[in-house]
């Protein structure tokens, strides 16, 4: 088995002329929210809409977490022109070699 500790994904950043992707952050919260609240966005995850903001304070806090940690990586996808939230991307399964 690898030794996850060694991948800190702390400090990832993509960017491009238009997006950034970064780390969750706690003032995504509103946005997260919306997006996991929308009972058509959810039809085919395994858990239904959410009902709470804290749904989302607790989503991010755990992100947060496992950055360090190196078990996966959620970021949001950010637009740079005005800094709208326009979603996220989570990476995970990674077959380190």
């Known amino acids: 088995m690898h030794d996850m ?8 950043r ?24 929308d009972a058509e966005f959810v039809r085919y995850w395994s858990e239904p809409a959410w009902q709470h903001t804290e749904q989302a304070e607790r989503r991010i806090q755990r992100d947060l977490d496992a950055l360090p940690r190196g078990e996966y990586l959620n970021l949001s996808l950010v637009r740079k022109q005005d800094g709208v939230w326009l979603g996220n991307c989570c990476l995970f399964s990674f077959l380190w070699k």
């Open 5 to 12: 500790s060694s991948h800190d994904f702390s400090q990832v």
């Open 14 to 37: 993509l960017s491009t002329a238009r997006l950034e992707l970064r780390p969750m952050q706690m003032a995504d919260t509103d946005a997260l929210f919306a997006m996991c609240a």
